[in-house]
């Protein structure tokens, strides 16, 4: 396994369309309801541009997540607040094809590593329905702690539900 990540590019738009198109069935529980166009290449383009707009602002960090040198997934991290904050959310999927090999776990532990070393971040917040166990574990092997729980956090799935929340804190960021 030969898992690495990199910021998002306009031309990752055509395989993460069709890797969301692909894999819509198993995202489906974990996302938010999309419309059509979402898992089109011009919607996936239209993502990617906000997204690096956002890296722009320096409020996000919107990487794509490779496996052997193909895109697999999506890692951010999200709502970046500077200040006496120094936090952000961290969100992420992969594809069906490599779930529950690692590939999520080596993501994660790459991202944090930029969070705290190069951004300088002191915390990052993640969150995870209670019965997506997979990502709880994930989560939980990167060195995150459980601190609690959200009722009815996010519209996932077509409704509003609960997510258990956890933390990553740094007392040494970058």
């Known amino acids: 396994m030969s898992v690495s990540t990199r910021l998002v590019q306009l031309e990752d738009a055509p395989i993460l369309a069709e890797l969301l198109q692909v894999n819509r069935d198993f995202l489906a529980p974990w996302e938010p309801v999309r419309a059509d166009d979402y898992c089109t290449v011009e919607g996936q383009r239209e993502v990617v541009r906000t997204a690096l707009d956002q890296h722009e602002q320096g409020v996000s960090l919107p990487w794509v997540i490779l496996d052997a040198e193909q895109v697999v997934g999506r ?8 200040g006496a904050f120094q936090s952000c959310h961290l969100g992420y999927w992969v594809s069906a094809a490599v779930n529950g090999r690692g590939v999520a ?4 532990r790459d991202i944090v590593r930029v969070a705290f070393e190069e951004l300088g971040l002191h915390r990052i917040e993640a969150g ?16 995150f ?3 609690g729980l959200a009722p009815k956090y996010l519209h996932i799935a077509g409704e509003w539900q609960d997510h258990v929340m956890y933390q990553l804190v740094t007392d040494h960021p970058g």
Not at 75 to 82: A, C, E, G
Not at 105 to 108: D, G, I
Not at 130 to 143: D, I, K, Y
């Open 105 to 108: 776990t080596a993501a994660v």
């Open 145 to 147: 702690t459980r601190f």
């Open 128 to 143: 995870a329905l209670p019965h997506n166990v997979a990502s709880q574990r994930v989560l939980e092997r990167t060195g």
């Open 75 to 82: 890692i951010t991290l999200s709502s970046i607040v500077r």
